[in-house]
């Protein structure tokens, strides 16, 4: 074990300077070198983590190819994997409580968030376990009747997975466990601000019985780790969740050698009131599409288009509570909002309230860093009214507590509105006209579209983005095919010779 970390209710920090994952060995980076891992609340390093290079990355890649390729993972039965499975998460189930005080530790987020997260891991490895040993294949009625045809599902090889910051052991879970029912190997990169619930989960991984070299985790920055990850030759498939600038960037690495990559990118999702909706029950869902984790969700509800009878109304009633959340220390039960996730983060959100200001937005509130956590790094809730969906507060990802309102008249502007973004990750829709929801859910382009509800998530249901928000869907039985190749297999039955120089 590298990790000495304390259990739930006392302090996670780890005693040691921890070590990546390669192999089924704890190894410190070639270089030898670490990096602090900075708790953003106290401000304090609180962890340090190997500071990895290309080489470390030829290695966990080397690691993962040749459990690919001469391990027993992929050619257990699925059943076996699906056990494993299975006693994965278990254990995740009795450590939930030290993995989510660690991902507070490393990156600020409400410990009732990240609990509510970490008990909903074990449920990931649960459900694809259920699909392990369904994967097999299928007969096809070919109309080559001559043939026996079918087709084959197998795993895609070695993934190289890339994950954000703001849901480390979630995102993580989005990829991983459909890549080991799939019987493929892994290697990760987290983001080097949440490397330490990485670390201690892939200690859980091998408890649980997974082969060594199945998953490896490399530990760094992104240019450093991740672009050496994507461009390897020996990673079969990219697996990536972050900005779409990065994104962008991976693809192109990963098209050097051809691998195929799912991307889950950013967000500028609409929240759309209109005026029949319950403004009680919208009010509270478009507190928790930009409030809750502090707007740093790639599915924030960042701009509420409200629909002009009830925009004073509702905006009064969204100030309102947004002027009484609770800021504070994140492992606070009452706490609402903690401080964001580092420094550079900070920067940015406070950045895009100065371009607000500039623009001609109305603050209603918010827009500071509040007196009472000196130069913590903490946000007020912020509400721009009278915004203009072209300004760049209404079409830029600022991924913090800054909620866009633009006004609208009908369904016609709502869905224009809506539409008219780069992204199309989510939306929202709160109306009591069933009639309108079916007119609008086909011709709002987002890959999610929540009713009279918003931030919901489930292991069970498809996720991912149309337009800049990416392609490729995780969760789901879809989730599972981005693991899977298919092979076709045609059996010649007649026993007849046929034309050479015809296309059979
Ligand atoms: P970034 O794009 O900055 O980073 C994402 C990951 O990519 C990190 O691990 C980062 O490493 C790594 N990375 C950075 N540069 C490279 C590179 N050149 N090659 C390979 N990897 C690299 O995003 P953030 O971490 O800031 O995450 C926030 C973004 O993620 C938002 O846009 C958000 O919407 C999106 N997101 C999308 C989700 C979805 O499912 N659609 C879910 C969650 C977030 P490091 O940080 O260590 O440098």
């Known amino acids: 074990m590298t990790m000495t970390a304390a259990k739930a209710g006392t302090d996670p920090s780890p005693r040691d300077p921890l070590r990546m994952f390669i192999g089924g060995e704890w190894t410190e980076a070639r270089s030898g070198r670490t990096f602090d891992s900075i708790d953003p609340y106290t401000g304090q390093a609180w962890a340090q983590v190997p500071e990895a290079s290309a080489a470390d990355v ?74 392990a040993d369904k994967i097999g294949g299928e007969v096809l009625d070919s109309a080559k009747t001559n043939f026996f045809v079918y087709q084959l599902f197998e795993p895609v090889g070695v993934v190289g997975a890339i994950t954000a910051w703001n849901s480390p052991l979630m995102l ?12 493929c190997c892994f290697v990760l990169k987290p983001s080097e601000h949440t490397s330490v ?22 530990t760094g920055d992104g240019p450093s780790v991740g672009e050496p990850l994507v461009s390897h030759p020996g990673v079969d498939k990219v697996a990536f969740t972050g900005s779409v600038a990065t994104g962008i960037r991976v693809a192109k690495a990963a098209a050097e050698h051809l691998a195929p990559v799912s991307l889950e990118l950013g967000g500028k999702s609409p929240n759309v009131v209109f005026a029949d909706a319950d403004i009680e029950a919208a009010a509270n869902g478009v507190v928790a599409g930009i409030f809750a984790a502090c707007g740093q969700t790639c599915v924030a509800g960042s701009r509420l288009l409200a629909e002009r009878p009830i925009h004073d109304e509702l905006v009064e009633r969204v100030v309102g509570r947004a002027q009484e959340i609770i800021l504070g220390n994140p492992m606070d039960l009452a706490t609402e909002m903690g401080p964001l996730a580092f420094a550079a983060q900070w920067d940015k959100v406070m950045g895009y309230i100065d371009v607000g200001n500039g623009e001609g937005a109305e603050l209603a509130t918010g827009g500071c860093r509040p007196e009472r956590f000196g130069d913590g790094l903490f946000v007020e809730p912020t509400v721009f009214v009278r915004v203009d969906n072209s300004m760049r507060i209404a079409r830029e990802e600022i991924f913090g507590p800054v909620l866009s309102v633009i006004p609208f008249d009908g369904e016609a502007e709502a869905l ?41 998530i489930n292991y069970d249901v498809p996720f991912g983005g149309y337009k800049m928000s990416g392609h490729g869907r995780e969760n789901g039985l879809e989730g599972l095919r981005e693991y899977l190749h298919t092979k076709s297999v045609w059996v010649e039955m007649s026993g007849a010779t046929r034309d050479p120089f015809k296309l059979g």
């Open 58 to 131: 030829d290695r966990a890649v080397s690691a993962a190819r040749a459990a690919f390729d001469e391990g027993p993972w992929p050619q257990m039965a699925g059943v076996e994997r699906a056990r494993i499975m299975r006693r994965l998460a278990r254990l995740l189930e009795e450590n939930a409580d030290e993995l989510a005080a660690i991902e507070v530790r490393d990156n600020g987020k409400l410990l009732r968030e990240m609990a509510g997260q970490a008990a909903l891991l074990p449920e990931f490895y649960d459900y694809f376990a259920g699909a």
């Open 172 to 183: 993580v879970a989005y990829k991983l466990a459909p890549a080991l029912a799939a019987g």
């Open 197 to 218: 619930s990485a670390l201690r989960f892939a200690e859980i991984v091998a408890e649980a019985g997974v082969p060594d070299g199945v998953f490896n985790v490399v």
């Open 416 to 456: 224009s509105i809506a539409n008219d973004s780069p992204f199309g990750l989510a939306a929202g829709v709160w109306t009591r006209d069933v009639q309108r929801v079916h007119r609008m859910v086909p011709r709002l382009q987002a890959g999610t579209v929540w009713i009279n509800a918003y931030r919901t």
